[in-house]
């Protein structure tokens, strides 16, 4: 299985580009806010406004690409990797912050944004998104639920479960599995024997379909067939974005004591913001100076985004029990009550 790729590492268009000037344009938009994003986040988390940050460096446009196919009211579910797909599916840039910042108000994103808290336990928000894309079957509402696993989390049984579910009750979900080469030391190749994790959809007899995960147009098109299918109640595909994480697994990583470094930075080449710049550039539909105009705003939007956090009430002790169950039971009241008269 060859991935699917309109344009080039250096920037060329392969075959006919399937997206309009506006779309290509809005879609890099979102890239530069989400790598803009990523690089401050590094450094809030070093000034200790962060806790531990999983950065996404060179996998912006398998998020972006693959969330923009989606509609505001379909559902994302991402693992801790996705605070670019969750800033492109319209989550506030402050809660995402707050999140970070392990701070309670981060915990529970609001309503108006259809993105569920980031999954730490690993592939365990598999099965929730199936269970929302199956709820909106049995309510008759046509929301898709799309959902964000790596390649390490593939091996774990929910992702088994998860996808047979989805599969024989058609679920409306979108698997999409970041192939970034590493689970945190692990390369792929002693993670599974198959040479392609889109293979792995034959076993659950739905679409596997492999993807140039740092080609923007390549994600947007296949993640828009998909959901159209998912709508359409044809069912779940798993899409396989082949990307690789420029950057640590956290910042709390150091990724010299596991692999070649110089081996990052040869594939800095493939990265996707600079392909998709190069694409723009040649049509004259960029330049310097919408680039620092994008940037200036990004950078205003982070600052704000890093007040509204600020202005968080200091978290209680016992805010952290408070989100366990709705209505407290008798172990949680009493731990509430403990922590309370601290
Ligand atoms: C159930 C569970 N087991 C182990 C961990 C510890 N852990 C955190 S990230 C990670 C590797 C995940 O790799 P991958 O799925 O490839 O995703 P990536 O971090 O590369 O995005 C592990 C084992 C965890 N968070 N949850």
Same mark, same amino acid.
């Given at each position: 299985?060859?991935?699917?790729?309109?344009?080039?590492?250096?920037?060329?268009? !392969?075959?006919?580009?399937?997206?309009?000037?506006?779309?290509?344009?809005?879609?890099?938009?979102?890239?530069?806010?989400?790598?803009?994003?990523?690089?401050?986040?590094?450094?809030?988390?070093?000034?200790?406004?962060?806790?531990?940050?999983?950065?996404?460096?060179?996998?912006?446009?398998?998020?972006?690409?693959?969330? /923009?196919?989606?509609? $505001?009211?379909?559902?994302?579910?991402?693992?801790?990797?996705?605070?670019?797909?969750?800033?492109?599916?319209?989550?506030?840039?402050?809660?995402?912050?707050?999140?970070?910042?392990?701070?309670?108000?981060?915990?529970?994103?609001?309503?108006?944004?259809?993105?569920?808290?980031?999954?730490?336990?690993?592939?365990?928000?598999?099965?929730?998104?199936?269970?929302?894309?199956?709820?909106?079957?049995?309510?008759?509402?046509?929301?898709?639920?799309?959902?964000?696993?790596?390649?390490?989390?593939?091996?774990?049984?929910?992702?088994?479960?998860?996808?047979?579910?989805?599969?024989?009750?058609?679920?409306?979900?979108?698997?999409?599995?970041?192939?970034?080469?590493?689970?945190?030391?692990?390369?792929?190749?002693?993670?599974?024997?198959?040479?392609?994790?889109?293979?792995?959809?034959?076993?659950?007899?739905?679409?596997?379909?492999?993807?140039?995960?740092?080609?923007?147009?390549?994600?947007?098109?296949?993640?828009?067939?998909? *959901?159209?299918?998912?709508?359409?109640?044809?069912?779940?595909?798993?899409?396989?974005?082949?990307?690789?994480?420029?950057?640590?697994?956290?910042?709390?990583?150091?990724?010299?004591?596991?692999?070649?470094?110089?081996?990052?930075?040869?594939?800095?080449?493939?990265?996707?913001?600079?392909? !998709?710049?190069?694409?723009?550039?040649?049509?004259?539909?960029?330049?310097?100076?919408?680039?620092?105009?994008? *940037?200036?705003?990004?950078?205003?939007?982070?600052?704000?985004? *890093?007040? /509204?956090?600020?202005?968080?009430?200091?978290?209680? $002790?016992?805010?952290?029990?408070?989100?366990?169950?709705?209505?407290?039971?008798?172990?949680?009241?009493?731990?509430?009550?403990?922590?309370?008269?601290?």
């Amino acid at each position: 299985m060859e991935p699917v790729r309109y344009v080039s590492p250096s920037g060329e268009v !392969l075959q006919e580009l399937p997206l309009t000037r506006q779309e290509l344009l809005h879609g890099y938009r979102a890239l530069v806010r989400a790598r803009v994003f990523d690089e401050r986040a590094i450094v809030l988390q070093r000034q200790g406004k962060l806790g531990v940050y999983p950065p996404y460096r060179g996998q912006e446009a398998a998020q972006v690409g693959a969330v /923009l196919a989606l509609e $505001p009211e379909d559902w994302l579910v991402p693992s801790y990797r996705e605070s670019a797909a969750a800033l492109t599916h319209g989550l506030a840039m402050h809660q995402v912050v707050l999140y970070w910042r392990a701070h309670p108000a981060g915990w529970r994103f609001p309503d108006d944004a259809r993105v569920l808290p980031f999954a730490i336990p690993i592939a365990t928000q598999l099965p929730h998104a199936v269970g929302i894309a199956h709820a909106g079957t049995y309510q008759a509402r046509p929301w898709v639920a799309m959902t964000f696993i790596g390649d390490g989390g593939t091996s774990e049984g929910d992702f088994h479960e998860a996808l047979n579910f989805a599969a024989v009750f058609d679920a409306p979900a979108v698997f999409v599995v970041q192939n970034n080469g590493w689970a945190i030391s692990v390369p792929t190749e002693r993670q599974m024997r198959n040479a392609r994790v889109a293979d792995r959809a034959a076993g659950y007899g739905i679409p596997g379909v492999v993807v140039d995960g740092n080609d923007l147009v390549a994600m947007w098109t296949v993640a828009r067939q998909a *959901v159209e299918r998912a709508r359409a109640g044809e069912g779940p595909t798993l899409i396989e974005a082949v990307t690789y994480r420029l950057a640590p697994h956290t910042t709390s990583d150091d990724p010299s004591r596991y692999r070649d470094e110089d081996e990052a930075k040869r594939r800095e080449a493939e990265e996707p913001v600079r392909r !998709l710049r190069a694409l723009l550039e040649a049509r004259d539909w960029w330049d310097d100076e919408r680039e620092e105009a994008l *940037v200036g705003e990004i950078h205003a939007e982070i600052a704000e985004a *890093v007040r /509204l956090a600020d202005e968080a009430p200091e978290p209680t $002790p016992e805010s952290i029990v408070e989100h366990v169950f709705a209505d407290m039971g008798p172990d949680q009241r009493a731990a509430w009550e403990v922590l309370r008269a601290r």
